[in-house]
């Protein structure tokens, strides 16, 4: 597994060895041993989601408030999603910024988010199914989010707002400076 740092050096893009032969290709989606060397610290992912979406859908920028933190692992089985993640830890000299990536199930791109980074993705193709290992189980009243569209954040979805399916839900999310977020860096 290729690991790559991105402008948020917590975020890793995670690139899997493909072993391609003439029936097709295999490789390994996850190596929790693997995982924890590069984390450097242990990481037992509890729960895992999939979520399939049409083009234009945008689902995030979400989070899970303290004590039911989500750290993921994020990557796509059918089509394409520009993935987006932000830093919302109070005191990160990196607070606010963010990174996007384009995950797909052409290039087997990974992306691991730590506790303290909000998540999101716009679906690119006609169709895309993401799916994710989370290490603490979801919690509806933990639940958290940001706007998409926070004019700080400066995120270029490459989509005109017309082309936008949102849930009503993340049409509602506080702007950063609102932010309750309880994530403090280091
Ligand atoms: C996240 C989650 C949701 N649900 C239920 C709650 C709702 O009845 C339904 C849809 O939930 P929601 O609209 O929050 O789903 P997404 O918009 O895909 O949320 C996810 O989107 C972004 C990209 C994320 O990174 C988060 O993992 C997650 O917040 O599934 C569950 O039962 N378990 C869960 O773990």
Redesign the pocket.
């Known amino acids: 597994m290729l690991s790559q740092s991105l402008q948020l050096p917590e975020v890793l893009l995670l690139t899997p060895k493909v072993h391609s032969d003439e029936r097709g290709y295999f490789f390994e989606c996850f190596r929790q041993q693997q995982l924890q060397q590069l984390l450097e610290r242990d990481i037992q992912f509890v ?1 895992e ?1 999939q ?1 399939r979406s049409s083009f234009g859908v945008l ?2 920028l ?1 989070y899970q408030r303290q004590p039911q933190a989500q750290a ?1 692992l994020v990557r796509v089985v059918e089509g394409e999603v520009l993935d987006v993640v932000v830093d919302i830890r109070h005191g990160s000299p990196r607070f606010g910024q963010t990174v996007q990536t384009v995950l797909s199930a052409e290039n087997n791109h990974q992306l691991f988010i730590p506790h303290g980074f909000a ?3 716009l679906v690119l193709s006609p169709q895309a199914t993401v799916v ?1 290992k989370v290490d603490n189980y ?1 919690s509806a009243q933990h ?1 958290a989010g940001l706007a998409y569209n926070d004019a700080n954040l400066a995120i270029n979805w490459p989509l005109s707002a017309k082309q936008l399916v949102i ?1 009503t ?1 993340d049409q509602q999310q506080p702007k950063l400076s609102q932010l309750q977020s309880e994530f403090n860096w280091k």
Do not use: A, L, P
């Open positions: 729960q989601n979520s689902r995030g979400h993921k998540h999101g993705f994710y979801y639940d849930s839900k």
